[in-house]
């Protein structure tokens, strides 16, 4: 059989984990797929083969085609063809065949970027001699005095094309952020671009296609700079603009035209570049920004301006070296929200409620405002006891914008700022209308992947502050919080989120990306750090669970998209981490170099020995190394064995060590259990103790947890492991303090930081350290998702090539959850229902995948798949009757891809 017909159809075609990227810099990209069936085909119509085409745009150069590849399970090929030509277009072909002969068949692009020779422009500035520091703060700015920040600068540069391109490329980056307006009109929807990496190490660059703004005749490139993490205030305790990287931004870019009759023209920053600053009188990531309207300088983006007076711009170096192409989507305005609520809390003094939390910032239109009226607006994530912005926790960061008005209406959206917010004051004016008021979501564009819903409302609502908590954090680095002064890569929080992250969003590409700044970050002597980008002075060491992210999330990713180049990039560092631990831990108890030894972060009660989490995560590192190692096969089978062999000594030394007889650990707190558990540290017949006393520990804390950040992503599915899906539901559906639901009491609409962040007792937690949006807490996500509505891959599956679908029930009437998730594979789905009748279960199972599916039950008799009896249903297969060690029992059935409906009728 030959043609479409009842076969598959590859979708979701990605060049490294992006749609049709410009500007790739890699030689050797990942072209990945994913299969949905046709809608008539048969039940396990899987793949058998594929074929990818890849072909130049410009056909005087090679392509590469793979020919006819029989591999069922590839879901993606590296790229392995002749050398790629930079500022290439390539289209791509991928044809999937099934074992009968149907044929599928789907295309797409990738765009080469720069090869690093090619730059010839130099980076440029203001002459910041000649400008002023702003103004001192006027009424409603907090600590802008101490600021010393620097207007934004306006950059500008005519140019004449001969005739009209066929083709404009514009490559942009800034030591700071940038803006790019081509004759008027902005360049691409990123924001905040070129994002944050450690830009003594890196700074990306983007691509963009501006052949429909570049015409024949007279044109002009603009741009605007802010200071951003390069010069503004970053981190904690911030200091002075300029402590980290440099003192003021600097932009780059280069215009690539070319034209019909094969020729073409490029033009850099160089000293033709003319400079002025402009309304935007600062900004500053965690100050806010302040614009001043009457400054705007009309036209100064379109040809024509007159320019006599800016001054040129100043050349600084021509370093490219660091220049390299984004590997990541930007941040992109994502979402807009309403204001819920308006209310007068004084003259010319209104609060908003957008009624969500969220990272982003307000647009504020002005109706017949009076030149030089000023509009201030603050943000808080909450309110005080008298209905004023709760702003204790923003520590120093001002999260202030300002606007000076001219005398036209305005819609003022600050543009190198973001705050992490639900409420904002506005003062300044008289009346406020909600239709004046926006919340603009900003976070990095990282496409939905999972959808999730059950059947209590409390736990839905979770869900949803669980991915608020991932948006608002996501932005450009995965943030520990969006509102204080603070906002770092932490790494415990990035490893112990993603598995959750993972499931919410397609995350491949942002994490390819901050994997790069945790290689940055990693010292010469193997050491990881705490944050990445590393910033100086922040607990520079990596702590137990901290530094081990550089080896947790590599593996993790590999686990999820199937891409082998998470290990291969990272190996090396990852190796150099476990030596790096082992060299100063000989006995293999970790007690060195241990950093500022966060320990269980955050956790209640009885802390858990810190020698106890060290060695945990040591031994489970040099593990995931060992497998890593194995995966990437070939050279590197002497390091699997060697770290295996490591990884075997430090298990063996935590038992020894940590573990009594009776399979108790040492501390005998939760987390201690946890890892030992979760980590498969422990000979099995002191696991089974061990998990029975975690259990017990869990029922005598109420049933309670009192986990910190280490501990809670893995207390769910420890104990649902062990057979105590009972206790996670309890724990799950628990509304008293420690539990996930008890924040909704206070109306919480993401994840806080802390347990106890507001408690009735004592209302706000110390404001030293009391966000009310951080996702660590939220990786409870992972469960709903694997356990409580049963989307899960297995162990050893990479891809979700082996699903295993087993939905925990709760008690309650009528029950259901359902979960649907874009894998790499295509798209599985699982949706569950118990009530009166029975239990009935729906699931897709993506092709190239199967399944084992559990419906709760004990009668395979009284099972119907579909029309027909299970056990006589086409594509499944009956393995046999679980049972839980609570006593719970499942019907066990393999099922290969497709469409299938289980119901088990109420029997006795
Ligand atoms: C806090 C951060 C982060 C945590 C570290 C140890 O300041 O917010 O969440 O990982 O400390």
């Known amino acids: 059989m030959n043609g479409t017909a009842t076969g598959l159809r590859p979708y979701a075609l990605r060049c490294d984990h992006r749609t049709t990227p410009l500007g790739i810099g890699g030689r050797t990209p990942f072209l990945s797929w994913r299969l949905a069936a046709d809608d008539d085909a048969p039940r396990g119509t899987a793949p058998a083969a594929y074929r990818v085409e890849v072909t130049p745009d410009d056909d005087a150069h090679a392509g590469w085609d793979t020919g006819r590849v029989e591999d069922p399970e590839a879901i993606g090929v590296v790229y392995a063809g002749p050398a790629l030509r930079p500022h290439t277009r390539y289209h791509w072909h991928v044809t999937v065949w099934t074992a009968d002969g149907a044929e599928g068949r789907e295309r797409s ?50 140019f004449s094309a001969s005739t009209t391109p066929v083709r404009a490329r514009l490559y942009v980056s800034a030591r700071g952020l940038y803006e790019m307006r081509v004759n008027g009109r902005r360049v691409g929807d990123g924001e905040l671009t070129p994002g944050w990496t450690d830009y003594r190490h890196r700074v990306q660059y983007q691509t963009y296609d501006v052949t429909a703004l570049v015409r024949a005749g007279g044109n002009v490139l603009a741009a605007t700079l802010a200071d951003g993490w390069w010069s503004g205030y970053v981190g904690f305790e911030p200091r002075r603009p300029g402590a980290h990287y440099g003192g003021f931004p600097q932009f780059i870019a280069q215009l690539h035209l070319d034209y019909a009759d094969g020729s073409s023209q490029v033009i850099g920053t160089d000293e033709r570049w003319r400079t002025s600053d402009g309304p935007i009188r600062y900004a500053d990531l965690l100050m806010g920004e302040c614009h001043d309207a009457r400054r705007a300088a009309g036209g100064w983006d379109e040809p024509g301006f007159d320019d006599r007076d800016w001054p040129a711009a100043r050349v600084g170096d021509t370093d490219t070296a660091t220049l390299v192409p984004s590997v990541d989507e930007p941040v992109r305005a994502l979402a807009e929200l309403s204001a819920v609520a308006v209310t007068r809390i004084g003259p010319e003094r209104h609060i908003v409620d957008f009624g969500q939390n969220f990272a982003g910032r307000v647009r504020l239109t002005v109706r017949a405002p009076r030149r030089g009226q000023r509009i201030v607006i603050r943000h808080a994530e909450t309110l005080d006891d008298d209905g004023g912005l709760y702003t204790a926790n923003l520590r120093t960061a001002a999260a202030t914008d300002t606007l000076i008005t001219d005398a036209d209406t305005v819609v003022f959206e600050p543009r190198f700022t973001y705050h992490g917010f639900r409420y904002a004051e506005v003062t300044g004016l008289a009346e406020l209308h909600p239709g004046d008021v926006t919340g603009v979501v900003l976070h990095s564009d990282t496409p939905r992947a999972g959808t999730f819903d059950c059947a209590d409302p409390a736990i839905r609502r979770l869900h949803e502050n669980i991915t608020w908590g991932q948006r608002s954090n996501f932005v450009s680095v995965p943030t520990d919080c969006p509102q204080r002064d603070e906002r770092l890569g932490w790494l415990a929080d990035a490893q112990v989120f993603l ?23 990693q010292g010469p002597d193997g050491g990881f750090s705490n944050v990445a980008p590393r910033l100086a002075g922040v607990a520079d060491e990596g702590a137990p669970g901290w530094g081990d992210a550089g080896v947790l999330v590599p593996w993790h990713l590999y686990r999820v ?37 966060f320990a269980d972060w955050l956790s209640i009660g009885r802390p858990t020995p810190r020698e106890v989490v060290a060695t945990a995560y040591f031994a489970h590192s040099a593990e995931l190394t060992a497998r890593a190692a194995r995966v990437l096969g070939g050279d590197q089978a002497d390091r699997a064995e060697r770290y295996a062999a490591l990884a075997r000594d430090v298990r063996a030394v935590f038992t020894a060590r940590f573990a009594g007889p009776d399979g108790r650990i040492e501390g005998d707190t939760q987390t ?31 049933p309670g947890l009192t986990t910190g950040f280490l501990g809670v992503g893995l207390i769910a599915p420890v104990l649902d492991r062990w057979g105590r899906a009972d206790l996670v539901h309890a724990l799950l559906r628990r509304t008293h303090r420690p539990s996930w639901l008890y924040p909704l009491r206070h109306g919480a609409t993401t994840i806080w930081e802390r347990w106890d962040g507001y408690t009735e007792e004592h209302g706000f937690q110390a404001p ?14 992972e469960w709903l998702y694997q356990g409580l509505a049963g989307l899960d891959q297995a162990p050893g599956s990479v891809a979700y090539r082996e699903l295993v679908v087993r939905p925990r029930p709760f008690d309650g009437e009528p029950c259901w959850a359902e979960a649907a998730y874009d894998s790499a594979r295509g798209r599985i789905a699982v949706r569950w229902r118990q009530d009166d009748d029975g239990f009935r279960l729906d699931v897709t199972v993506p092709p190239g995948a199967t399944a084992t599916v559990h419906v709760a039950g004990d009668d395979h008799a009284a099972v119907r798949e579909g029309e027909h009896p299970a056990g006589e249903s086409p594509g499944v297969e009956f393995v046999g009757i679980e049972t839980a060690a609570t006593g719970g029992k499942t019907l066990v059935y393999r099922v290969e891809s497709g469409d299938y409906r289980f119901f088990a009728r109420r029997t006795g």
């Open 768 to 781: 030293a350290m009391n966000s009310f949006n951080h996702y660590a807490l939220g990786s409870i996500g």
């Open 499 to 521: 598995p959750t992250a993972c499931l919410g969003a397609d995350v491949a590409a942002f994490f390819t990306k901050w994997m790069h700044d945790v290689r940055d970050a």
């Open 672 to 702: 201690a259990y946890l890892l030992a558990l979760a980590f498969d540290l422990l000979p099995d017949d002191l696991a089974s103790r061990a998990a029975r006393r975690l259990a017990a520990l869990v029922e005598e804390a109420g």
């Open 109 to 158: 692009w990738f765009e080469t970027g720069l090869d690093a020779g090619e730059w010839r422009a130099s980076w440029i500035a203001n002459d910041w001699t000649a400008v002023e520091v702003v103004d001192p703060p006027e009424e409603g700015e907090r600590a802008l005095d101490a600021h010393g920040l620097l207007p934004c600068p306006l950059l500008r540069r005519e």
């Open 561 to 597: 998209y199937g891409d082998e180049r998470f290990l291969a990039d990272s190996l090396d560092a990852m190796c150099a981490w476990v030596d790096f631990v082992h060299r100063h831990n000989p006995d293999l108890v970790w007690r060195h170099k241990v950093g500022p030894h």
